[in-house]
């Protein structure tokens, strides 16, 4: 039998002085000596990083004086070629308690491409920007600064590392980023008028929906369905994902996929495949829905 798979599924800051004095903590941090930030991956990879540290490493400003922080610091820093966007800190304890740690910040383009796709709020992120986001992290773990509040819904170290990032879209002459993991963030950031208004004109309306995600891309589960019986070989096994007709599936980035094996198991297990619910752009699903009428 099928069916259709559906969905089955007090740390504030306080105005302009709070991020004044966040500001300034990188006038006042004293660097360490015997600088180290590795970087790990094929030479393209490196030549990318590099090249991004080193537009900024000279150009003075915040983010200069983070970078340099870095790289004056004694613990290392690696950052290597992987499959998404995180930054790890290598003794977890020591990021929070003051003490200080490395870390281990993976980035992957392709990946920040596919995010890029389906949530609205990464428009304006470079492979750059996205890098210097996760050093961010990275300077925040060395300091020993980590924290386990939230705000509105959002870790605040996320907030601290989006006004980060929001110097570099300055630099670049992008809108701030004001949208964190679907939530607004904007008033804990330090805004214009003017800016704020842009926003209100420029920011495209989000809507959550469920998605199957498969190698990296997000396929929306309404072209799915679940079999268990005389159709599916592997009946024995338990509930196996298909494709609603057999044919192919289409991600939100426009491309598709067949189902791998119709008679049998395809798409795997129900409980191997990974659902989940996202925000994307409905300029996006609207691309979406054309391809599948």
Known sequence: MCDNIKDNKKYVFRGALKVLLFV??????????????????N???????????????????????????????NNEHKIVEGNGWHNTPNNRDSAFDGTGTGT????????????????????????????????????????????NEKID????????????????????GVSPRTIYGGEDISRHLILTDAEREDLEEEVEEEVSIMVVVINGKYYPVEQFTRCCGTLDACACDGYHLHSMHRGPV???????????????????????????????????LDNYQELVQ
């Open 24 to 41: 300034a903590t990188f006038f006042l941090w004293s660097p360490q000596a015997d600088a180290r930030v590795t970087v790990d991956g």
């Open 43 to 73: 030479p393209r990879f490196r030549d990318e990083v590099n090249e991004c540290l080193g537009i900024y490493r000279n150009t003075p400003g915040i983010i200069r004086d983070v970078i340099r922080e870095l790289e004056n610091s």
């Open 104 to 147: 281990v910040t993976e980035v992957s383009s392709d990946r920040l491409e596919t995010l890029k796709e389906s949530i609205g709020a990464l428009k304006d992120k470079d492979f750059c920007t996205a890098l210097l986001h996760e050093m961010w992290h990275a300077v925040d773990a060395d300091r020993g600064g980590w924290s």
């Open 153 to 172: 819904d959002v870790w605040v170290d996320e907030i601290e590392a989006t006004i980060f990032q929001n110097f570099l879209h300055a630099i670049r």
């Open 250 to 284: 289409f991600s939100l980035d426009g491309s598709s996929i067949t189902d791998p094996d119709p008679q049998g198991c395809g798409f795997g297990k129900i409980e191997d495949v990974e659902v989940k619910k996202i925000e994307v752009r409905v300029s996006v």
